[in-house]
Nanobody
Framework: QVQLVESGGGLVQAGGSLRLSCTHS?????MGWFRQAPGKEREFVAG????????DYSLSTKDRFTISRDNSKNTVTLQMDSLKPEDTAVYYCASSRWYHATRTERDYNSWGQGTRVTVSS
């Protein structure tokens, strides 16, 4: 399995920005970011295909978050702008079984340990 390590989480005020990075060992296909807020189920945030030709966002993050990847550096990045308190969660990077990154957790076979993001009001 691919090893995934997230970084870049922290505490930020509402309206601020954070940049999350995911470094992966070995080859990957589609990559996704998910998050889990306290007391809630994990949810899809953003996904990017291997060739970055298809990108998908959840309705709550579209227009505020940007996912990108650099296959030569084995990294996937999530730029988060205009953060809101409801974005507070542990963010997970995941590697998909498929070329495209779907919104379905069971399509992902490797997960990072997560990085915590806290947005204060």
């Amino acid at each position: 399995q691919v090893q995934l390590v997230e970084s870049g989480g922290g505490l930020v005020q509402a309206g601020g920005s954070l940049r999350l990075s995911c470094t992966h060992s070995g080859d990957t296909l589609g990559m996704g970011w998910f998050r889990q807020a306290p007391g809630k189920e994990r949810e899809f945030v953003a996904g990017i295909s291997w060739g970055a030709d298809k990108i998908d966002y959840s309705l709550s993050t579209k227009d505020r978050f940007t996912i990108s990847r650099d296959n030569s550096k084995n990294t996937v990045t999530l730029q988060m702008d205009s953060l809101k308190p409801e974005d507070t969660a542990v963010y997970y990077c995941a590697s998909s079984r498929w070329y495209h990154a779907t919104r379905t957790e069971r399509d992902y076979n490797s997960w990072g340990q997560g990085t915590r993001v806290t947005v204060s009001s």
